[in-house]
């Protein structure tokens, strides 16, 4: 054995005690779904003291974000350590401490492209879970076409002046800042005149409402900006130069997205679902067969999902790619819960049936070929991109 | 950071392998000496082989002491990729991995036989399905014993590399009725035995196919491989090198048709445009990239697992020839959709893909037998 794999051995079984001595028994095993996620945030209330304890636990060494610098509160890991640390929770058990927009993707931004003192004042705060983020950048009329946003920010001076309306920023209603493309120049061609802003959500000016989707209640809202006003210093990175980090940060959303990370695709396995239904719809040869295709599909996925990290790890970043795993693992994910549902039949039919709430997740489901760049963005990314398609 | 050999990406030397062996194919077997070989009723070129064995692309799984290089399954798998891209036809598979890993399993008797793979002497046929569809365990080509020699009686339907090779692997039964995964007994034998009739198969391919009819054909327990009643168990490791390769060469086949298509897709002009100007295609294009970007991981994943756990194999290359079988398949029927009436056309290269994707597909396993493997290995 070399020294480098003798120490992660080493570090596999120091992790490993680490979990089992540290993460409350009360979490363990549990099945995971969106009421088990701790957000955190000033609104955040535990649903148990455990998640409390777990999550200081994890706090104190780092492990809400892992790979992210000792002195902003992260673990300070390398990739391997990292992927031996996710290895042994899923081995053990254990639920992720934390989940946040901000550990998934502010953080990575400010890493990326914040000053020192961004990165003091928020990196922290997010790694503790004081802080939750929510994300303003669809607005009605910027979808697929993003770089379309409208919501002004005015230079006053001493501060900015936000206003506008953005949407389906996910939990803006129980966020406590945010972090928003706004427009910064009207004059120059539309990629090149917005930038990035942070906000307190607490600033006058500043509501949010939610809005209903098929799948019943969502974590989706409306937000609104009233002539909000915004300290200069909540600026981030360039002037007018806020569409590269927008452009950064949904190339890590759309990973996140397409490789089900984070729980956001539902953590349900099609075997699951099959064992709840005692082997009998294993008769039907048809189903059985689909079943069979999609197992094949999310292996090579998952494997796909590795080979990038192994080449981003290596230093060759992946760039445009991501468009495949986001289209890839989104549509892959539609037929898992399309077969699920099938594999239930009138026992996923109910809001909160047999199967819990699977018919709401299959529904949820539908959003996710549109959300963060829909697959037909997402194809035409790889054809003008990668493949250097000729434009119309 | 890990060790390269470790991830699924390539390794540096590994990148050389694949940049090597691009341009030397480029040069020495681009798709037109297909062409020239099934004009010429020829299944492979044998200078072609001769090339091959003094790159050390024969010894690729014989060991050094045999005179191999011994570069593993993955280098194994870059190899046929690359030659799936330009459909190069040789004896490679069923000779230089197939038979090369069945013999390093054997032990000191098979140094010999492998030094002559290494060397490009000798070539391998597997002789193994007896009906249209890849079964192994169905085998029921008897081999009779009389004392220590067998006489082998029966018909072995569908032998690649079958009428060229010098060698030959047989599966038979020597105990048990078919079905039975045991009683089964790998012989490795000379292909000019009395009692041993190849029959030429003109496939779509136009590579080397054989029917080969056996008329108790004499061997004896010296040329058991492995232990008599357990063929199977001997086999199984060259079979699933072979599956790993055959899949590898597909997803590569698939590359080089999506290559080819997308130059078509850029020059081609209709309706005063070029026709990769239109989103319809595009999409298509963009998401038969998709396909062939997650096939090679699974190509990928096959041979490090057979490098690194080769025990541990079978879900790993089931997954890979699965994945080729049906991402060459897509690759080819949209290469000639989108080329349009003229990838229907004999002149144009892109037929060839399409029939050596078909074979492809079946051979060692078509996509249902693999997609089974899976379903089993995962509770469905």
């Not at chain 1, 996620?37 to 200081?56: M, P, T, Y």
């Not at chain 1, 693992?329 to 898992?336: A, D, I, M």
Request: charged share 20%; aromatic share 6%; proline share 3%.
């Amino acid at each position: 054995m070399s020294d480098a794999t003798e120490a992660l051995a080493a570090f596999r079984a120091d992790i490993s005690a680490w979990i089992k001595d540290n993460c409350p028994a009360s979490l363990l095993g549990r099945a995971f779904n969106e009421n088990s996620i701790v957000w955190g945030g000033r609104k955040w209330s535990f649903a148990n003291d455990d998640q409390r304890i777990w999550l200081e636990r994890a706090v104190k060494r780092g492990l809400t974000a892992p790979r992210w610098p000792v002195e902003f509160g992260g673990g300070g890991l390398s990739r391997a350590q990292e992927k031996i640390f996710r290895e042994e929770m899923t081995a053990a058990g254990a639920p992720p401490p934390l989940q946040s927009f901000g550990l998934w993707m502010l953080g990575p931004a400010l890493l990326e492209f914040g000053n020192d003192a961004q990165k003091a004042e928020h990196l922290p705060k997010i790694t503790r879970g004081e802080i939750r983020w929510c994300q303003g950048y669809s607005e009605p009329g910027a979808g697929s076409d993003l770089a379309n946003v409208q919501t002004r920010a005015e230079d006053m001076g001493d501060h900015w002046l936000v206003s506008g309306q953005k949407i389906w920023t996910s939990y803006a209603d129980q966020a406590d800042w945010i972090f928003a493309l706004v427009r910064t120049d009207r004059d120059a061609p539309k990629h090149k005149g917005i930038s990035f802003m942070l906000m307190d959500m607490d600033t006058p000016g500043i509501t949010t409402r939610p809005i209903r989707l098929i799948s019943g209640k969502s974590p989706f809202c409306e937000t609104f900006f009233d002539n909000v006003k915004v300290p200069k210093e909540q600026l981030v990175g360039e002037l007018n130069r806020g569409w590269d980090i927008a452009k950064y940060l949904l190339t890590h959303e759309r990973e996140m997205i397409g490789g089900g990370g984070q729980g956001l695709l539902g953590a349900r396995s099609v075997a699951q679902i099959i064992a709840m239904q005692e082997g009998e719809l294993l008769a039907d040869p048809v189903l059985r067969a689909e079943a069979m295709q999609t197992e094949v599909d999310t292996l090579a996925f998952g494997l796909t999902m590795e080979r990038y990290k192994d080449q981003a790890e290596a230093g060759r970043g992946v760039g445009n790619a991501s468009a495949m795993l986001k289209y890839y693992g989104t549509e892959l994910n539609k037929r898992r819960y399309e077969l699920m549902m099938a594999t239930a039949g009138s026992d996923g039919l109910e809001w909160d049936g047999a199967h819990g709430g699977l018919a709401p997740e299959w529904l949820r489901t539908k959003a996710n070929s549109i959300e963060g760049g829909t697959s037909e963005v997402m194809l035409d990314i790889i054809a003008k991109r990668v493949l250097e398609m000729p434009g119309q | 950071m890990k060790d390269a050999a470790q991830t699924l990406i390539d390794t540096e030397d590994e990148v050389m392998l694949r940049d090597a062996a691009r341009g030397f194919l480029a040069e020495a077997s681009p798709v037109s000496a297909l062409r020239a070989n099934r004009d010429a009723g020829r299944a492979h070129d044998p200078a072609l082989w001769a090339d091959m064995a003094q790159m050390g692309w024969t010894g690729v799984l014989v060991p050094e002491t045999a005179g191999g290089a011994d570069m593993g399954h993955r280098a194994a798998g870059i190899l046929a990729e690359e030659m799936g891209r330009v459909l190069a036809a040789s004896p490679f598979l069923s000779s230089a991995v197939i038979a090369a890993t069945v013999l390093r399993q054997a032990g000191p008797a098979a140094q010999g036989a492998l030094q002559t793979i290494a060397a490009g002497r000798a070539t391998y046929a597997l002789a193994l399905d007896e009906g249209p569809k890849f079964a192994p365990a169905a085998t029921a080509m008897q081999a009779e014993r009389q004392g220590n020699t067998f006489r082998l009686t029966g018909t072995k339907a569908f032998v690649a590399d079958g009428t060229t090779a010098s060698r030959v692997l047989v599966l038979a039964r020597t105990s048990g009725a078919a079905g039975d995964p045991e009683g089964l007994t790998l012989f490795d034998l000379d292909a000019s035995l009395a009692g041993l009739d190849r029959q030429a198969l003109s496939t779509i391919d136009s590579r080397d196919h054989a029917r080969l009819v056996f008329d108790a054909v004499a061997v004896t327990g010296d040329d058991i491989i492995g232990d008599l009643d357990n063929g199977l168990v001997a086999l199984r490791p060259g079979l699933q090198a072979g599956q790993a390769a055959l899949a590898a060469e597909l997803t590569g086949l698939a590359g080089g048709a999506a290559a080819i298509t997308l130059g078509y897709l850029k020059e081609r002009k209709q309706f005063d445009r070029t026709i990769g100007s239109f989103q319809a295609l595009q999409h298509r294009a963009a998401h038969l990239w998709s396909e062939i970007e997650v096939t090679a991981s699974a190509i990928a994943n096959a041979g490090r697992v057979l490098d690194n756990a080769p025990d541990d194999a079978a879900l790993a290359v089931s997954l890979a020839k699965a994945r080729a079988a049906q991402t060459a398949k897509l690759a080819v029927s949209e290469a000639v959709q989108m080329h349009g009436g003229i990838g229907m056309t004999d002149a144009y290269d892109i037929g060839f893909f399409i029939k050596r994707a078909r074979v492809g597909a079946e051979w060692l396993g078509d996509y249902g037998y693999h997609a089974a493997v899976i379903g089993a290995a995962r509770g469905i």
